[in-house]
Each structure stands twice: as structure tokens, then as C-alpha cells.
């Protein structure tokens, strides 16, 4: 399965502890990050991970087209509720793309841990159908 993740800067160092809690999960699978995210998390796991560009120069669009695309099985986006971003709508297009093609998606730790459970128990293995 091809599973996305995206961080924002107060969440980056959730996300690297959270993929070295579950690297033997996601190392069965395969990972695409925005540019820093994706960097960090490669540098405490050695997990492969697809890098995209850093998220507000265009990661976080390019994240979108691939979900767009059903080229992506699950998300897994910590963000900040409480800051305002500039790219707020490349957000907002990330949420959507996952919600109009049922995309599975985590905005914070407690789901993110029970999608990867789901994962690793093989409770996705539906999202192959969508890809045919």
C-alpha cells in the first residue's frame, strides 16, 4: 500500500517518533512524505520514502494530485490546528481529494494509531479493488 504522510513543523518530531514506534509496519509498505517531513523521518528510520517537495512550496499539491489519482491508499497528516497556514487551501485540497476518493485519513496520533493497526491487521486490503 502506498501511504502519505505530512507534518507540520510543531508535529514533525511527532511524526518521526510515530514512524519509529511502527517502522516495522511501514517498512511492508510503501511511503511518499512533503520534502522535510519526509527527510526527518528517513533520517530516524532509514525507511525509502518518496520525498514530494517541502509542502508549501508545492508538496502538499503534489500530495493532493497523487490522491486525486487513487495512487494513494492512506494519509497521514499531523497538523496544527491552531496556526494558520498560508496554503491553508492546499490543505483544505488534501482533506477533500481523500474524502471524494475514500481515502482513509489521520489528522492526529490516536487515529493515526488505529489505521496503522488496521493496516497491519490487513483491514485495507479493500483499497486494491479501487485500484483496478
Given at each position: 500500500?502506498?501511504?502519505?504522510?505530512?507534518?507540520?513543523?510543531?508535529?514533525?518530531?511527532?511524526?518521526?517518533?510515530?514512524?519509529?514506534?511502527?517502522?516495522?509496519?511501514?517498512?511492508?509498505?510503501?511511503?511518499?512524505?512533503?520534502?522535510?517531513?519526509?527527510?526527518l523521518?528517513?533520517?530516524?528510520?532509514?525507511?525509502?520514502?518518496?520525498?514530494?517537495?517541502?509542502?508549501?512550496?508545492?508538496?502538499?499539491?503534489?500530495?493532493?494530485?497523487?490522491?486525486?489519482?487513487?495512487?494513494?491508499?492512506?494519509?497521514?497528516?499531523?497538523?496544527?490546528?491552531?496556526?494558520?497556514?498560508?496554503h491553508?487551501?492546499?490543505?483544505?485540497?488534501?482533506?477533500?481529494?481523500?474524502?471524494?476518493?475514500?481515502?482513509?485519513?489521520?489528522?492526529?496520533?490516536?487515529?493515526?494509531?488505529?489505521?496503522?493497526?488496521?493496516?497491519?491487521?490487513?483491514?485495507?486490503?479493500?483499497?486494491?479493488?479501487?485500484?483496478?
Amino acid at each position: 500500500m502506498n501511504i502519505g504522510l505530512v507534518a507540520h513543523d510543531s508535529k514533525k518530531k511527532l511524526m518521526q517518533n510515530f514512524c519509529i514506534a511502527y517502522r516495522g509496519i511501514l517498512s511492508k509498505h510503501d511511503i511518499y512524505a512533503t520534502g522535510t517531513t519526509g527527510r526527518l523521518v528517513e533520517e530516524v528510520t532509514n525507511l525509502n520514502i518518496y520525498k514530494f517537495l517541502e509542502g508549501h512550496l508545492g508538496g502538499e499539491e503534489q500530495l493532493s494530485s497523487q490522491i486525486m489519482n487513487n495512487q494513494i491508499d492512506m494519509v497521514i497528516f499531523f497538523r496544527d490546528p491552531v496556526k494558520p497556514r498560508k496554503h491553508e487551501p492546499d490543505i483544505k485540497n488534501i482533506f477533500k481529494s481523500c474524502d471524494m476518493n475514500n481515502i482513509p485519513l489521520a489528522t492526529n496520533l490516536a487515529t493515526a494509531e488505529l489505521l496503522i493497526k488496521a493496516l497491519e491487521r490487513g483491514d485495507l486490503e479493500w483499497r486494491e479493488m479501487y485500484k483496478l
